[in-house]
């Protein structure tokens, strides 16, 4: 009989215990609902990336866009490289014209 009545004990405590832990995960959770309430009128959405921004992402405003840091980085990068995407196009250009005109050569003296 004894052991029954100090099973009975352990399983009441465990009960406690589980509905103790349920209601603390209910209120962190009902606290974070508020917390993200709160801050997300302070949230952007990258019109880019579709990431979002906080105060660990900075965000620049455009017209009626928000852009973050990594991609205002990548688009700087790109003008950046753009002399020298300008260089290889042209040079393609260049290689191009002049095999055209190499091969036009090699036609017409056959021709001949």
Not at 20 to 40: C, F, S, W
Not at 78 to 87: A, C, N, V
Request: charged fraction near 40%; aromatic fraction near 4%; proline fraction near 1%.
């Amino acid at each position: 009989m004894r052991r029954t009545v100090h099973m009975k004990r352990t399983t009441e405590k465990e009960a406690e215990a589980k509905k103790v832990e349920l209601l603390e995960n209910v209120l962190k959770g009902q606290a974070m609902e508020n917390y993200i309430e709160h801050r997300t009128s302070e949230m952007r959405h990258c019109a880019l990336c579709d990431s979002i921004g906080y105060k660990r992402r900075p965000m620049k405003q455009v017209g009626q866009k928000w852009v973050c840091i990594n991609c205002w980085r990548q688009i700087r990068e790109t003008i950046d490289t753009l002399d020298r995407w300008e260089e290889e196009i042209a040079l393609k250009e260049e290689m191009e014209r002049t095999i055209k005109k190499g091969l036009g050569l090699q036609g017409q003296a056959r021709k001949d």
